[in-house]
Nanobody, 124 residues
Framework: QVQLVESGGGLVQAGDSLRLSCAAS????????MGWFRQAPGKERERVAH????????YYADSVKGRFTISRDNAKNTGYLQMNSLKPEDTAVYYC?????????????????WGQGTQVTVSS
């Protein structure tokens, strides 16, 4: 089983930056797509960013495009989410995930492997 551990969350002010890390175990991680989801209270889970195993295909939600950058270092078995110009509406629990797939008929995405989540809180 691939295991994922997030770190880097915290409490920041609007306009600040954070860098989330996702450390993975397992030799097959480098062959899997990986991504970041977030969920705020009372809101649906949102796919924030998504990167292919090779790093040549990248997706961003419109709400974060231009502010967030997803990357991965397969040699280190680590994924990253650089978050700049943070807004209060970015407040959520952020989850890293691996081996993402589309859910048939809905357009939503699931993943085979999930981290435990890290809280990001952005104050005004």
């Amino acid at each position: 089983q691939v295991q994922l551990v997030e770190s880097g969350g915290g409490l920041v002010q609007a306009g600040d930056s954070l860098r989330l890390s996702c450390a993975a175990s397992g030799r097959t991680f480098s062959s899997y797509s990986m991504g970041w989801f977030r969920q705020a209270p009372g809101k649906e889970r949102e796919r924030v960013a998504h990167i292919s195993w090779k790093g040549d295909i990248i997706y961003y939600a419109d709400s974060v495009k231009g502010r967030f950058t997803i990357s991965r270092d397969n040699a280190k078995n680590t994924g990253y989410l650089q978050m700049n110009s943070l807004k209060p509406e970015d407040t959520a629990v952020y989850y890293c995930a691996a081996r993402l797939r589309a859910v048939g008929g809905t357009g939503a995405y699931e993943a085979d492997y999930w981290g435990q989540g890290t809280q990001v809180t952005v104050s005004s």
